[in-house]
């Protein structure tokens, strides 16, 4: 089993940055692709922006477009979500996750991934 800790939440202001961290186990890492989720209170647990298992491609959301960062390090088994101009709508749990296989494609659907961590608050104030 693969193991995902997420790590770099808390409270920033609007307008502020602030960079999430997701620590993977195994050895395996640099075959997964990454994926980041987030889930306000009251609603589902949407994407937010994904990476191939090669880091040659990402994804995101339209609501974090221009905004938000995803990148990897496979030599720190570690992905990452810079997050900038951050805003009230931010606010909510992230999530990491990881999806074993190769595979040539980012899922977008939380159905898509195999592991997931215990997620992070980021709360943006307003």
């Known amino acids: 089993q693969v193991q995902l800790v997420e790590s770099g939440g808390g409270l920033v202001q609007a307008g502020g940055s602030l960079r999430l961290s997701c620590a993977a186990s195994g050895r395996t890492f640099s075959t997964y692709a990454m994926g980041w989720f987030r889930q306000a209170p009251g609603k589902g647990r949407d994407f937010v922006a994904g990476i191939s298992w090669d880091g040659g491609s990402t994804y995101y959301a339209d609501s974090v477009k221009g905004r938000f960062t995803i990148s990897r390090d496979n030599a720190k088994n570690t992905v990452y979500l810079q997050m900038n101009s951050l805003k009230a709508e931010d606010t909510a749990v992230y999530y990491c996750?990881?999806?074993?296989?190769?595979?040539?494609?980012?899922?977008?659907?939380?159905?898509?991934?195999?592991?997931w961590g215990q997620g992070t608050q980021l709360t943006v104030s307003s």
């Open positions: 996750a990881a999806v074993r296989g190769r595979i040539s494609y980012i899922p977008l659907s939380a159905g898509g991934y195999d592991y």
